[in-house]
């Protein structure tokens, strides 16, 4: 199955024998959204509730007196537990209202613990000053605004100039094939890489996490096989090239703008999968030479801004003491992710 000439074939194929054993094996669940519980729900009423459905599934399938009781016992149970966390909620939330209190957090907080939740879908958008309501049309309109933010035509002439110039001169892969990080994948690599991933929403393919942690050792070599490919062969896969983008809006922002909305991309979970396996290597060299300066705290590990927040810390009272002046630069990129 692995072995096929074309590896854009042979990477469709493994994944559609995934999801073709996932539906066979899998229960699917309802297409209903979980609801919005209330602010008041703990986890006292959702045990309690949980026992009053158990009880009566029981009473349904056996109506005996004995079950009967035990059930209105148990709604009973989870009634008083819902009007105790209610009535504690309410006591602690009036308390709590000052003169400093913003009044739309105020309400906000009183339609939640009513069970109204605000509309999470986009209303409507405004492009060139008019609105647009149509779905598929919006979906352009924040597809053509994602576009323009990470177009080339932001760069810097010179920067362009460069970028072109440097894209053109072709990778030599076999020259540093000795190297270390050039290996071939191996099983212990991925199990690891299997263990430590956090399960997140699938991409296009809707293959997930949870169903390659349940592969068997003989499906997991053929995915290592197939990695391996990847590896050595320096060819992408086309199917992982293609991501669903969630607008999310920026909290306190005009959600009627565009501009306002930052994206989330889900990709294939083969492919981060594959990618986290790569990034271990390549942050392990980085590391390891002291490629990184010593003065970056982000994506590293064990680092965070913490690190930085002492060492400007430190050098304030050391300014202090010494009674000198001390200059810092603090600078926001805007747009930072996508282009920068």
């Known amino acids: 199955m692995v072995e096929g000439e074309n590896l854009n074939e042979v990477v469709n194929l493994v994944i559609k024998t995934i999801i073709s054993a996932a539906d066979a094996s899998i229960p699917k669940s309802g297409l209903s959204f979980p609801k919005n519980r209330k602010p008041w729900w703990n986890k006292h009423c959702t045990d309690t509730n949980r026992n009053q459905r158990k009880a009566w599934n029981v009473f349904r399938r056996h109506p005996t007196t004995a079950n009967q009781?035990?059930?209105?016992?148990?709604?009973?149970?989870?009634?008083?537990?819902?009007?105790?966390?209610?009535?504690?909620?309410?006591?602690?939330?009036?308390?709590?209202i000052n003169s400093s209190?913003?009044?739309?957090?105020?309400?906000?907080?009183?339609?939640?613990?009513?069970?109204?939740?605000?509309?999470?879908?986009?209303s409507y958008l405004r492009k060139n000053g008019e609105e647009v309501r149509n779905a598929s049309e919006?979906?352009?309109?924040?597809?053509?605004?994602?576009?323009?933010?990470?177009?080339?035509?932001?760069?810097?002439?010179?920067?362009?100039?460069?970028k072109n110039r440097t894209e053109r001169i072709k990778l030599r892969f076999k020259m540093t094939k000795y190297l270390s990080y050039n290996t071939d994948l191996t099983i212990f690599e991925l199990h690891t890489a299997l263990s430590v991933i956090k399960h997140t929403s699938p991409g296009?393919?809707?293959?997930?996490?949870?169903?390659?942690?349940?592969?068997?050792?003989?499906?997991?070599?053929?995915?290592l096989y197939m990695f391996n490919r990847i590896w050595k062969e320096h060819i992408f896969p086309d199917c992982w090239k293609h991501a669903f983008i969630i607008p999310i809006?920026?909290?306190?922002?005009?959600?009627?703008?565009?501009?306002?909305?930052?994206?989330?991309?889900?990709?294939?979970?083969?492919?981060?999968?594959?990618?986290?396996?790569v990034n271990v290597r390549l942050v392990h060299?980085?590391?390891?030479?002291?490629?990184?300066?010593p003065f970056q705290s982000g994506f590293?590990?064990?680092?965070?801004t913490i690190d930085n927040l002492m060492?400007?810390?430190?050098?304030?009272?050391?300014?202090?003491?010494?009674?000198?002046?001390?200059?810092?630069?603090?600078?926001?990129?805007?747009k930072a992710y996508d282009r920068a």
């Open 69 to 96: 009781i035990a059930f209105q016992r148990t709604k009973s149970i989870a009634l008083w537990a819902r009007r105790k966390s209610e009535r504690e909620y309410w006591i602690k939330f009036v308390s709590s």
């Open 138 to 162: 919006m979906a352009d309109i924040l597809a053509e605004t994602f576009a323009s933010i990470c177009s080339a035509s932001n760069y810097t002439g010179p920067f362009l100039t460069h």
């Open 300 to 304: 590293r590990k064990s680092r965070s």
């Open 204 to 223: 296009p393919n809707e293959v997930t996490y949870s169903m390659l942690q349940h592969l068997s050792e003989h499906s997991l070599l053929n995915i």
């Open 311 to 334: 060492s400007l810390e430190t050098d304030i009272r050391v300014a202090f003491l010494k009674r000198n002046h001390l200059v810092s630069i603090f600078f926001d990129i805007y």
């Open 249 to 277: 809006p920026k909290p306190d922002k005009d959600p009627q703008d565009p501009l306002n909305y930052r994206s989330i991309a889900l990709t294939s979970c083969m492919c981060k999968l594959f990618e986290r396996i």
């Open 101 to 122: 209190v913003i009044a739309k957090d105020m309400w906000d907080n009183v339609r939640r613990a009513c069970g109204i939740y605000l509309e999470k879908r986009i």
């Open 285 to 293: 060299t980085l590391e390891k030479n002291e490629y990184i300066s």
